[in-house]
């Protein structure tokens, strides 16, 4: 199926040249905020795309669609991703609607028509990506039960043989002055798996939902990076007069300079 945009289209397929640039300014602009971005069983994660595919994922920060990106860069750079954006937001910036982001409008009959009808078309588009965040809006990653709203559950009865992966997104402070971003791939899952009502299905894919999300919990709290593939790793270091105070230091004991504050902690 050919993916360009016609008039009346609110799918337009993805600009490599453009995503490529964007992944490249993303690669600086999250290593500015963030001393890393690190995943958890990547195994788990499919490195082709195998009929219709979806990730779906908690939505704790504004930051979500970025991570997403690079993510995306990193494991299937060669297929096309798409995901839902607020109508209104699309329409400032048009920009984004080359990096594969689609106009829903939020909360209204309308909205689910045209979710429903653009992701079918991207669904039945080889070699496609549908990224979603059923919670609707941003939401802690620590309340349970979570409730997801039912557009992905009615999208999966037009496509039983999907495969849906989960992913669990925290934004964390460990050792260093910058934050980390950490995921976690949870169990993938078929659409056939999902039992046949709306309210099962939903119920099934919150279930997986929250168990990459306790997952991804329980390696966080132990602030281990073992536990981790770094994909991206941005700035170490406290400021810059404590990083000179440490240069000093170690240089006076003779001692080697490691920029990351967890290896005061941890030497």
Known sequence: MNMERRPGD????????LLAAFALYLRWYIGRHFHALRIAHSERFPRSVQGP??????HPSWWDPLTCIMVSRYFLPLASHYAPMDESALARYGFFGRLGLFPVELNSPRGARQFLR?????LSTPNSVLWLTPQGHFTDPRPRPLVLKT???SLLSRFPSATLIPLAIEYTYWDERLPEILLNIGLPL???????KT???????????????DELARLAITRDAGHFEALLEGGAGVGAFYDLW???R???RGERYQAEHGSIHRS
């Open 10 to 17: 609110s799918v337009t397929k993805p600009s490599r040249r």
């Open 53 to 58: 595919t979806i990730i779906y994922l908690n």
């Open 118 to 122: 653009s992701s079918a078309k991207i």
């Open 151 to 153: 557009g992905l559950a």
């Open 190 to 196: 078929r659409a056939s798996d999902s039992l046949s």
């Open 199 to 213: 309210s099962e299905c939903n119920a099934v894919l919150a279930a997986s939902l929250s168990a990459a999300q």
């Open 246 to 248: 440490q240069r000093f």
């Open 250 to 252: 170690a240089g006076s």
